[in-house]
């Protein structure tokens, strides 16, 4: 499942990579809620033969399906992200790759009087938020039984948003310990973020 596909060039990609070349049993759907984005999509896989691929019209947040092994995202912006890793462990789904974008939501939650000095200034105060939203992501997946890495998936001359998310189910995974340190960050920060909506 590619969540905020887009222009879909990832789940072309993958397509390729996982069906033509290692010759993989595989099912790849895209979802973006732009309609003309998604009809051209459908009409090139279709010219290419990739009968296995199909790009459907809808809303991460109000997505319903059976589930999905892999689940991947690729800039979803802001909450999107949430949504989709809400999802992916909701169906139990054994990978998760996600390339989050425009993290806002905590920019206007933060409240910690003791770095108020430093987080007057936006610019520092929006990487700041961004760092603690993929850091809370990656601790509400390891509650929910996941291993969690945070790798550079691409160089900084290409975008700056190159961090990814990368979780791998893991039935060792300290869950105890990654709810008890989700916890006290969000606490510390007095935030809520949307993956609060993920249940554990």
């Known amino acids: 499942m590619d969540f905020g596909c887009g222009k879909s060039y990832l789940s072309f990609a993958l397509y390729h990579y ?53 689940v991947v995202t690729l800039h979803a912006c802001d909450t999107a992200t949430d949504y989709a890793l809400i999802n992916a462990v909701r169906w139990h789904s054994r990978v998760i790759l996600s390339v989050p974008c425009c993290q806002h ?17 936006g610019i520092l105060k929006d990487k700041f938020t961004e760092l603690l939203t993929d850091a809370l992501r990656g601790l509400r997946l390891e509650s929910a039984g996941y291993k969690v890495d945070m790798i550079e998936f691409t160089s ?25 340190e989700y916890e006290a960050l969000k606490a510390m920060y007095n935030v809520k973020p949307t993956i609060d909506l993920l249940q554990i």
């Not at 010759?23 to 973006?32: P, T």
């Open 18 to 70: 996982l069906k033509i070349i290692r010759g993989r049993d595989v099912e790849i759907v895209g979802l973006d809620l732009k309609k003309d984005v998604i009809d051209f999509c459908n009409s090139t896989a279709r010219r290419l033969g990739y009968d296995r691929l199909k790009f459907i019209t809808g809303d991460i947040a109000d997505y319903e399906s059976d589930g999905a092994d892999m």
């Open 105 to 121: 939501e905590l920019f206007r939650q933060i409240e910690e009087p003791v770095n108020d000095s430093w987080l007057k200034h």
């Open 156 to 180: 900084l001359e290409h975008t700056s948003k190159n961090i990814m998310i990368r979780a791998t189910a893991d039935p060792s995974a300290d869950r105890k310990k990654a709810s008890d």
